[in-house]
């Protein structure tokens, strides 16, 4: 038997793109662009998800024992005022 972890999302910004889309406080990340996530490290799923402003990414989560599939458009996290 092996173990696999579970990557729960533990909060999401307010105005995040994925906010904006809908993933929620307390999904289930399962795959990132169609890959496991089980077979990575949390460092390497950030990351995938820190990879490159106005690049998309596809999500799949379960919630609530449904399975939602997302795409973000990242952005950059701390973006200039000018």
Known sequence: MELKPNFIINSVRDNSPAGRIGVAKGDVLLKINGR??????????KEKLQSGI??????????????INFTI??????????
């Open 73 to 82: 458009q990242l952005q950059d996290p701390i973006p200039l005022l000018l």
């Open 36 to 45: 496991s996530v089980q077979s990575l490290s949390l460092e390497q799923i």
């Open 54 to 67: 106005n690049k998309t990414v596809k999500l799949q989560i379960e919630r609530d024992e449904k399975i």
